[in-house]
């Protein structure tokens, strides 16, 4: 079983929907995240939270909200998806210790429609 | 200006070529630097940090270049298998923040 899992892994909507992604880790990372990735623009990172009760906005955060329910699981969700929100999500974790080695999961692909 | 760049390729090598990425950063006070490798529609993984004093693991190299802010990958003897996009990631202290490029896309072809 993977360390970091993503639910679901693909998902198709439509404008104006409500959407939750899932993460859950068996890592026992602190610190957990939530990236996008567009073709061209990379990985930006959208939210951050280093404790259950430390939730941070990234740089592009905007039109998103998260939840850390646990130290193991950190949700993201679009109360109201739009279509440029079509992307690849990727849940990540670290340690924030040692090193700054990230973990992702495997990804979820959200399109919007 | 992006705060970490990469050319995004595609570099197109055969197998058992040498080939070299470089990676420029904008801030001065980062700390921590790292290759990653991603596979075409797959996670991101860690390749390997990048040390001040330059580190290699088997066929990749990594050096870094404070004076001018870049980090170079080198991969020799290219193998098939080391197609992928290859990831910059820039750090600053206590690794709060942790900066991607877009990636530089590698190729190798039989």
């Known amino acids: 079983d993977a360390d970091v899992t993503q639910t679901p892994r693909n998902r198709i909507t439509k404008t104006g929907k409500r959407i939750m992604l899932e993460c859950s880790q068996t890592k026992g990372h602190d610190r957990m995240y939530w990236y996008r990735q567009d073709p061209g623009l990379g990985l930006r990172l959208i939210y951050y939270s280093f404790d259950v009760k430390d939730i941070n906005k990234g740089e592009i955060s905007d039109g998103y909200s998260v939840s850390r329910q646990a130290q193991a699981k950190f949700s993201l969700s679009l109360e109201s998806a739009i279509p440029n929100q079509t992307a690849l999500y990727f849940c990540a974790t670290s340690d924030g210790r040692a090193t700054g080695e990230l973990f992702f999961g495997e990804g979820s692909r959200l399109t919007v429609l | 200006r992006k705060e970490v760049e990469q050319d995004p390729g595609p570099f197109n090598v055969p197998e058992g070529a040498t080939v070299a990425f470089n990676c420029t950063y904008s801030?001065?006070?980062?700390?921590?630097f790292f290759w990653y490798r991603q596979d075409c529609r797959k996670e991101p993984k860690l390749l390997m940090s990048?040390?001040?004093s330059g580190n290699e693991d088997g066929r990749f190299t990594a050096q870094l270049n404070r004076a001018s802010q870049y980090i170079s990958l080198l991969i020799r003897d290219s193998k098939l298998s080391d197609s992928a996009t290859y990831l910059c990631v820039v750090t600053n202290t206590g690794f709060q923040k942790l900066v991607f490029g877009t990636g530089t896309r590698l190729l190798v072809s039989p």
């Open positions: 990048v040390y001040s």
């Open positions: 801030n001065s006070a980062s700390q921590s």
